[in-house]
């Protein structure tokens, strides 16, 4: 993980920065000494949206043994902020919990979750709710715990309950009700009822393999109590209640149930399984919920843990799969048939995985309010290992300056150029393979028309790619924008396609013939049997939207050219037209050249540079 | 209480009776070169302990002391090894907890047996005024590294680095690449006062202290 302050930086007068301590979801977060030796925190605030600075200001005051101290904000002369807080040396609760695979001790458990709850009880008490406890967040210092990110926080009242900056949040610990976009003071609660169970077993109440996944268990499945000792078996019950409206009331009253059960005492009413799983039902002026598909809970949950597959995602994997079976019935049984199935078959996998944005988006489907003004952002499951250290890659955050990023991108754009202009070369001598594109040496309009569209939709690519680059990644963001690029691309060759008369993209031979013909009512293909405007957008598209292309212009991409990521790109390439009707030829032909010239002509720093790079940068 | 002012003047670290090491994502460590290292109680001038505790200690509560491979501890004040009340000299070994007066506690420990270099871990609140996590007392090696037998547990670490004495100077190296300022350095390199250490997973930086 590499940082952009090296040690004895001085970004902010009066503070020397003398090494870095992590970067959390908000920013990367260094100890530093003040001039006079006072030891402090200082995070760099990487989004800094106005409403972030509004949260954090509204905490600066607030003040509690139990909560990290926020001493200032402060701007550096790059115009970033600065939040400067109390440093604590103590273990975090997070690794505490990795020292204790088993549960902490029960002593240990009542001193920390007791003063956690004392925290989170004053910020509820002045109208602040965390929204973003978790054990990585919860700190302690010999005998006193204190709480983190406090002022990530947003103040919500009762007539801003559904405030929409961006969701925060582990979903390990998020309540089911974030994910309507409702940001109460009961999500704490919730997330400090799945912290109650993890220090009390050592392990998390709901998990999975994707995001998608461990929501849908936060909305429907029972937590296991089994390993909880008995005793505290309803006070965890009630505080992991789906519906916030049964949901123990306060931190305070939590507090409460948890001293009298580890001292004996019944407090916590026990739930029923209806209370506890029953979804947060719609408050009078909410808009309409989209409601669980499941009937019956529990009965659906236990039936999918049979069928291995409890994501929203099952329907998409299953699609996949039918269409797979009919494409290889259409194809007899050859190995081409077996082919498109086997590929069928993996990009549903991927896909199942949670990769790419369709993914994020089915699973939001099951889980956002019909008519809410704005989705919620769902965070991302780490992809990693929780602990495992990361070199550079992509994902590494890097400061460069404008002047660089431009040089930059005008070598990438000139040096496509010049592989456009080979690929162009191979295809047009290349008329056996390529086949179905016509001998294109023959007809030098077809080879423009491939050519240009070519450069045009690598120049989309690496214009975006190269602005983002260095900068933390917002993937569903990103290929959103992809997607509309490469729409813009569709119709810009789709115009060249009309202009240039041409008449070879013929829908036979080795084209799918593509689930979707007609978007909406706009037909994918002319009556030509060429592809319509609607057509060329929609493949494009999808091909920007699905693969994560920064990635491949990345300078700190793993390996300069990796045929893997051309291949997987042709697989999407080879496989977009059986959803969307479009020339299969043409399609892989420019999946492979866009992937190829991609990386070809982005800069990339070798291995060995980048500690250097990055110290540069720094 | 040990100076937090770094000496730019010397060449070497091994010049040095200790040092800070920065490390990122990890803490902060102060590294006792010497052979005798005395622990006792804070202060602003005169003749300060190596170690300063912000604790109730005597000025030299204690001094820890290597010998060949193995350390003892010789109380100036009241110290318990264990539970038991020492008196005069006696030898430590790996996991022996120390009692300086009354409530610091401090965890010995010699975490391999292929280096004399010893950790102190606090067991107690009590740190010196500069917090640090720890306290190496180095032989001739000291091991950063994700293992809890490596004399600074470093989790993020994918391999040990070690740093040595060598010709008067501190040394490192590692199985992974290493860059020292910036410079690749594939064989291991001397360390200056002040340099910063980096690998593909790691950072870190050494800070010589004048007493």
Redesign the interface.
């Known amino acids: 993980m590499k940082f952009m302050f090296a040690p004895e930086a001085r970004p902010l007068p009066g503070y020397t920065i003398k090494r870095a301590i992590d970067r959390g979801g908000f920013g990367e977060v260094y100890y530093a000494l003040s001039d006079s030796g006072k030891e402090v925190a200082l995070k760099l605030l990487q989004r800094n949206t106005d409403v972030e600075l509004r949260g954090i200001a509204e905490c600066l005051n607030l003040k509690h043994p139990n909560l990290l101290s926020l001493f200032d904000v402060r701007t550096d002369e790059e115009g970033s902020h600065w939040l400067v807080m109390e440093y604590i040396s103590g273990k975090s609760l997070e690794l505490t919990l990795e020292g204790h695979p088993q549960g902490l001790p029960p002593a240990e458990v009542e001193n920390w979750f007791t003063q956690m709850c004392a925290g989170v009880n004053y910020l509820h008490e002045r109208g602040v709710v965390h929204r973003d406890l978790k054990p990585a967040n919860i700190f302690r210092e010999g005998p006193i715990v204190k709480i983190g990110d406090v002022g990530l926080a947003k103040s919500i009242t009762p007539s801003r309950r559904s405030i929409q900056t961006e969701s925060v949040g582990t979903v390990y610990y998020m309540a089911p009700e974030v994910a309507k976009g409702k940001y109460g003071s009961e999500i704490d609660v919730y997330s400090l009822g799945v912290m109650l169970f993890e220090m009390l077993t050592g392990r998390l109440p709901f998990s999975g393999e994707s995001t998608g996944e461990i929501l849908m268990k936060h909305l429907t499945e029972k937590p296991d109590l089994e390993k909880v000792p008995e005793r505290f078996r309803p006070v965890v019950a009630r505080a992991l209640a789906k519906d916030p409206t049964k949901r123990t009331p306060s931190a305070s009253v939590l507090a409460e149930e948890f001293r009298a059960a580890a001292g004996g005492k019944v407090v916590a009413q026990e739930l029923t399984w209806d209370d506890m799983v029953a979804p947060p039902a719609p408050r009078r002026s909410a808009p309409p919920v989209a409601q669980p598909r499941k009937s019956n809970p529990l009965a659906e949950t236990q039936a999918s843990r049979r069928s291995g597959a409890a994501s929203p995602m099952k329907p998409l994997v299953i699609a996949m799969c039918i269409m797979g079976v009919i494409f290889a019935m259409k194809s007899g049984a050859g190995s081409a048939g077996m082919f498109r199935l086997l590929v069928l078959g993996l990009v549903g996998v991927a896909v199942y995985k949670g990769w790419g944005v369709f993914g994020s988006a089915m699973r939001g489907a099951n889980l956002v309010p019909v008519s809410a003004p704005r989705p919620p952002v769902i965070p991302q499951i780490p992809k990693a290992p929780r602990y495992r250290s990361e070199a550079t890659s992509p994902a590494t955050l890097r400061r460069l300056p404008l002047s660089s990023r431009m040089e930059d991108l005008t070598t990438s754009m000139t040096r496509a150029a010049f592989w456009t202009a080979i690929a162009t070369v191979i295809v047009g001598l290349n008329t056996t393979l390529l086949g179905q594109i016509g001998d294109l040496t023959s007809d030098p309009a077809r080879l423009a028309f491939y050519s240009i569209t070519t450069l045009l939709g690598t120049w989309a690519l690496l214009i975006p790619a190269k602005l983002w680059e260095g900068k933390e990644a917002q993937g569903p963001a990103r290929r959103v924008i992809l997607t509309a690029i490469g729409a813009a691309v569709g119709v810009g060759a789709a115009w060249l396609h009309e202009q240039l008369y041409l008449e070879s993209m013929t829908m036979t031979a080795n084209t799918f013939p593509g689930l979707l013909r007609t978007v909406g009512d706009r037909p994918l293909f002319g009556p030509d049997l060429q592809p319509s405007t609607a057509g060329f957008a929609v493949f494009f598209a999808a091909l920007f939207g699905i693969r994560r292309w920064w990635w491949q212009a990345d300078a700190f991409r793993s390996a300069r050219f990796r045929f893997s990521s051309t291949i997987l790109t042709a697989l999407l390439g080879f496989v977009i037209p059986a959803a969307f009707v479009f020339p299969q030829n043409w399609a892989v032909l420019w999946a492979v050249s866009l992937s190829s010239i991609v990386q070809l002509s982005a800069g990339w720093v070798p291995v060995a540079e980048r500690s250097e790079f990055l110290t540069k940068a720094a | 209480m040990f100076n937090?002012q770094p000496s730019p003047a010397l060449s070497t670290l091994a010049g040095t009776s200790k040092f800070l090491l920065?490390?990122?994502?990890v803490?902060?460590f102060l590294v006792c070169m010497t052979d005798q290292v005395t622990i006792g109680g804070p202060g602003i001038e005169g003749d300060l302990p190596d170690i300063g505790l912000m604790a109730p200690l005597s000025r030299k509560h204690a001094t820890l002391i290597r010998s060949g491979e193995s350390y003892v501890v010789q109380p100036h004040a009241a110290v318990h090894l264990g539970h038991k009340p020492l008196h005069d000299r006696a030898e430590i070994y790996d996991g022996n907890e120390l009692r300086l007066g009354a409530g610091v506690r401090l965890r010995f420990r010699l975490p391999t047996v292929m280096s004399g270099s010893a950790r102190l871990e606090f067991l107690s609140?009590h740190?010196p005024?500069?917090?640090v996590?720890g306290i190496v007392l180095m032989d001739d090696t000291c091991l950063l590294g994700p293992q809890d037998d490596h004399h600074i547990a470093c989790?993020?670490?994918?391999a040990p680095v070690l740093l040595y004495r060598k010709q008067g100077e501190i040394w490192c190296k590692s199985r992974n690449?290493l860059?020292v300022n910036?410079q690749?350095q594939p064989g291991g390199a001397a360390i200056p006062p002040?340099a910063?250490v980096?690998?593909?997973?790691?950072?870190?930086?050494l800070e010589s202290l004048s007493k």
Do not use: N
């Open positions: 937090l920065w490390i990122d994502r803490g902060v609140d740190r005024r500069q917090v996590d989790p993020s670490f994918t690449e860059f910036g690749f002040g910063i980096e690998g593909s997973d790691m950072r870190f930086r």
